[in-house]
């Protein structure tokens, strides 16, 4: 059985080569283009991670992350907060909020993957 | 008579004078209930009665009759209706220690000793023709006294006796007797019981010696007052007297009355006795009454007398001031004539006496002294001990005085009448009356006032009164009475600048006063007070207020030690005197003097008014400033101090409004700081937001490169796939790039323009072009609509292309994705040119108008999908627009949509065409 990964980004490039990275990995990939479409994809479907922009139509990625902590159902969600702003505030903002990864863009492919299999505990 | 006897009787009864003063000083016990006396005082006051009185009213009755009268009534006036003045010269004497008029009036103005010097120097001037006056009468009756016998009654005066001048002899033996008299004691204020029960005494003697003449003469040779009248009355040259002189009469009454009210009060004499004198003020009241009583008494035998040697010498040249001895003796009553001759001698001595004290004391403490204080090479500072320096001063004043008034009897009065020159003394201390007056009703008085009106009184009282009387006797030309100085008619001194039809004592008094009131006045009121003459003014005017707390106006400090000071004082006024004071000083305060003690405030007053006792308060200024010299901190110091402070509070007040403005400041500046803050956290969202927008392409170019680069099993369709993305993206990032440096360049300043004619309508086709791909790729019907015939605008083609290309693109993005329309219009209007570019989307929401044509300001939040662009277009348009002189904005397109529109101003070529169609 494998993993479900829901990427939460509205630039359509960086979705593409997110899905290629993490169907590398190994999960399955679901998309969410905003804040709405994420939290209707999580009340559908709980992914075992969730790679989340901050920058997003709607709602932004922190009141997703919130909405996504607060919900009991997924307790043992990974996720793992992406942003092309750097500022610290926005990190530790994030890993208050219950985030268990800050990765900032632009990333490396191969340590968002090793980011990834760490924190899901896959043998690479 | 033999001459013997009368010298005899005239040393003995000096002597009982001598011993009733000696006795009186001597006995503690007798001092004290005479000086609880209000009669002595009111006695010694008939000081005012001198041989004038004596002699010469009967003289003058039997001239002119009544005219003798208004001597007494201006006393009696001034005594009855205001005896308030007495009351208070006399509370502010004994407030200051005043020791003389010159002493009163100098202390009032400021403690000046040129205003002292002066005023002693009128006063001497102006009692030297008042005691030639006693020296002729002693002299003149002795002769006759002497020369007569029998009732064989002498034609002419006899001389000379002793083979000298008598009234030298006379002048000398009076001074001799007033040394004696006046300068046993140093403290001129102190009071001199004995020289006070002695003058009494004379006046009790001058009174009933005239009594008994008159007693004589009214009851003796005729029968009583109705007697003498009647035979009066029946010759028309003997009843013309009971009435007031024709012509000029009224006037000269006038006059002569308020000249004796005046003089009661200035006489250094009367100033003297009344004031200085005084043991206790209530005593004046008494006297308001007993004083005009006694002149009353006085004046009842004068018409008798006068009437009577009237008819005992008609015919005979006989001397009318001498009736008063001459008739006794007519009548072959020597007893009698001796009494009177008695009388005469006690009014001329008591006069004489206590004019030398006065006088003396003012040569010595406002004249002599600070002089001598002035010449330091003296050493007069440094001596140890000067009461016999001032009291040999004293004692030579008195006897130059009394030279002086011997001199002036050589000189001139010998053809004077006795009142005659009683009259030119009384107008001379008339001088004082504004000063004194003035000093103690009229707070503003000031120092140059006094100067000026004393100078300027006695410098006409001079000219029109002591001039012409020598020049009557011959020292000077008597065409300087008859034509003036070297002929100037304004200038004859008894018609003074034309005024004429005025007895020559009018006349004189009037230019005198009117000079002296009128410079008192107006320098008074041009000059400003100095601080010490403002605190003086004030205690003297308020002299009822401030006599609880009369103490002086200066602040002390400094390191005086007592010891010093009560050496100092000790100088003038004996050691162990001084001792006493300071003694029963401490002991009055229950402190303990030591010497080597630093002396506070109040001890130096103490001294200062001791030594004010006994040289005057100006002199003892000058000496008590003299030894805390650096030290004293006199009231303009203090001024001084006082103006600092106020400027340091004034100061203060400027800093505290500096540190208001400081706040004001510090606010602005915090205000600024919030701003600048705001203005950072701006440009720190700016930054944030370049970072993000560049990070975005860079994060799509990073994984695709290492995507391709990891993996090369990568299929040829994803390969090409990636490598488009990376293609685009990094056009996006160039894209980017130089809108951001054209937005930075435009902010800054720094953009390159290249302003020329530009048609527009070929630029908006010309930017529409470059976008027709892109707009046949989406399917948009893109209309242009432009005018014919635009004006050309002036502005960089570049710039402006970039605006309509970037509103284009953003109609192509944010047209309706179906059925795209974009419509392009262009036309000349009320503020320039127009050009609009309106699409059919979905618009943008109305808070939202302004924020659009901010940077990045771009909006995700406003549409589905993610649009395309930097979010920097718009800023970039307005930035262009507004350089140019235009404005841009956007409205709603009510059938949906948004419509942007710019409006650029025409040249001024194109306005003034305008303007001319």
């Known amino acids: ?124 | 008579m033999s001459s013997g006897l009368v010298l005899t009787v005239s040393f003995l009864y000096l002597g009982l004078l001598f011993a009733i003063a000696h006795y009186v000083d001597t006995r503690a016990a007798v001092k004290r209930i005479l000086s609880r006396n209000p009669y002595i005082y009111t006695l010694s006051i008939a000081v005012f009665c001198t041989s004038w009185t004596f002699y010469g009213s009967v003289g003058r009755a039997a001239t002119t009759g009544l005219d003798f009268l208004p001597i007494y009534l201006g006393p009696t006036l001034v005594f009855v209706l205001w005896s308030f003045v007495w009351i208070k010269i006399i509370r502010i004497c004994k407030q200051h220690r005043i020791t003389s008029i010159a002493d009163f009036i100098a202390s009032r103005y400021g403690k000046s000793t040129a205003l002292g010097g002066l005023v002693t120097v009128i006063a001497v001037i102006g009692t030297t023709p008042y005691i030639s006056l006693q020296l002729k009468s002693i002299a003149t009756s002795f002769r006759i006294l002497i020369a007569s016998s029998g009732g064989i009654l002498p034609t002419a005066p006899v001389e000379p006796i002793f083979f000298m001048d008598t009234t030298l002899i006379v002048a000398i033996a009076l001074a001799l007797f007033a040394i004696l008299f006046g300068t046993r004691h140093i403290d001129a204020s102190e009071h001199h019981e004995g020289l006070v029960a002695a003058i009494a005494f004379e006046s009790v003697v001058k009174l009933l010696a005239f009594l008994t003449v008159g007693a004589f003469v009214t009851y003796g040779i005729f029968n009583g007052f109705t007697d003498i009248f009647e035979r009066a009355s029946v010759d028309p040259e003997l009843s013309r007297l009971f009435t007031v002189s024709q012509g000029e009469g009224y006037t000269l009454w006038m006059t002569m009355t308020l000249l004796s009210m005046a003089a009661i009060i200035c006489l250094p004499r009367q100033f003297y006795i009344t004031a200085v004198e005084n043991p206790d003020e209530n005593y004046m009241r008494k006297a308001t009454w007993l004083f005009p009583a006694y002149l009353l008494v006085i004046n009842i035998f004068v018409l008798p007398i006068a009437i009577g040697g009237r008819l005992a010498f008609a015919g005979t040249p006989a001397d009318a001031d001498m009736f008063v001895l001459t008739v006794p003796l007519y009548y072959d009553h020597g007893l009698i004539s001796l009494f009177a001759f008695l009388g005469g001698l006690s009014a001329a001595t008591s006069m004489v006496i206590v004019a030398a004290i006065a006088l003396s004391t003012m040569v010595c403490n406002d004249l002599v002294m600070p002089v001598l204080l002035r010449w330091k090479w003296l050493g007069i500072g440094k001596n140890a001990d000067l009461t016999g320096l001032l009291l040999t001063i004293r004692r030579c004043s008195i006897l130059v005085i009394l030279i002086l008034g011997y001199g002036y009897y050589r000189f001139a009065s010998e053809s004077y009448s006795l009142v005659t020159i009683g009259l030119v003394s009384f107008a001379a201390a008339a001088q004082f009356a504004p000063a004194i007056i003035g000093g103690i009703f009229w707070k503003n008085a000031t120092f140059m006032g006094a100067m000026s009106g004393l100078t300027l009184g006695f410098v006409v009282w001079l000219y029109t009164l002591l001039l012409p009387s020598l020049a009557q006797s011959g020292w000077l030309p008597i065409s300087f009475i008859e034509e003036g100085p070297n002929s100037i008619w304004w200038l004859k001194p008894y018609a003074l600048f034309g005024l004429e039809g005025f007895d020559r004592l009018t006349h004189a008094l009037f230019w005198s006063m009117f000079f002296n009131i009128g410079g008192y006045w107006i320098a008074s009121l041009l000059t400003q007070q100095k601080a010490i003459e403002r605190i003086q003014a004030k205690l003297f005017v308020d002299v009822f207020l401030h006599t609880e707390d009369a103490r002086d106006s200066s602040y002390w400090r400094g390191s005086v030690t007592i010891a010093d000071l009560q050496q100092l004082v000790g100088r003038f006024v004996g050691v162990r005197k001084v001792a006493d004071a300071f003694d029963a000083f401490a002991e009055e305060r229950g402190i303990n003097l030591r010497k080597s003690h630093t002396v506070d405030a109040a001890l130096l007053d103490f001294a200062e008014r001791l030594l004010a006792g006994s040289i005057g308060s100006a002199t003892a200024r000058v000496m008590i400033g003299s030894i805390v010299k650096g030290e004293i901190v006199s009231l303009d110091e203090v001024y001084r101090i006082l103006d600092e402070t106020s400027q340091v509070i004034e100061y203060s007040h400027k800093l505290e409004q500096k540190s208001t403005e400081l706040e004001e400041a510090t606010s602005q500046l915090q205000m600024a700081n919030a701003r600048l803050k705001e203005l950072d956290s701006l440009k720190d969202d700016f930054l944030s937001m370049v970072s993000h927008e560049l990070r975005t392409p860079l994060t799509s170019l990073r994984a695709f490169g290492e995507i391709l680069h990891d993996n090369p099993e990568v299929s040829v369709q994803e390969r090409s796939q990636f490598l488009g993305i990376i293609i685009n993206e990094s056009e996006r990032l160039t894209r980017l790039i130089d809108q951001l440096l054209d937005l930075a360049k435009m902010e800054a300043g720094r953009m390159d323009w290249l302003l020329e004619e530009v048609d527009v309508a070929e630029t908006i086709n010309e930017a529409v072009g470059t976008l027709n791909l892109l707009i046949k790729d989406r399917n948009i019907d893109l209309t242009l609509s432009l005018d014919k015939d635009l004006p050309a605008i002036k502005a960089d083609k570049d710039q402006l292309t970039q605006v309509v290309i970037n509103l284009v693109s953003n109609a192509i993005k944010f047209c309706d994705a179906e059925q795209g329309e974009i419509k392009v219009a262009a036309w000349q209007g009320d503020e320039g040119l127009y050009c609009s570019v309106e699409d059919n989307g979905v618009g943008v929401p109305a808070p939202l108008k302004e924020k659009i044509f901010e940077r990045f300001h771009q909006s995700h939040t406003v549409t589905q999908d993610k649009p395309q662009g930097s979010g920097l277009g718009l800023a970039i348009c307005r930035q262009i627009v507004t350089f140019l002189g235009g404005r841009i904005w956007m409205e709603n397109r009510a059938e949906g949509g948004a419509r942007f529109y710019f409006v650029l101003p025409l040249s001024e070529q194109d306005t003034e065409q305008a303007a001319a169609e």
């Open chain 1, 1 to 124: 059985m494998s993993y479900t990964v829901l990427v939460v980004e509205d630039e359509p490039n960086i979705v593409l080569s997110l899905q290629f990275i993490m169907r590398q990995v190994g999960f399955t990939v679901r998309v969410a283009s905003d804040g709405d479409q994420a939290i209707r994809a999580v009340e559908d479907y709980v992914p075992d991670l969730v790679l989340l922009d901050i920058m997003l139509p709607k709602q932004d990625g922190f009141a997703v992350c919130e909405t996504i902590r607060n919900n009991p159902a997924c307790h043992n969600v990974k996720i793992i907060m992406l942003s092309a702003k750097s500022r610290e505030a926005d990190r530790e903002k994030a890993l208050e909020l219950g985030a268990d990864e800050f990765v900032t863009k632009p990333f490396s492919t191969r340590d968002l993957g090793e980011t990834v299999r760490r924190l899901m505990q896959i043998e690479a």
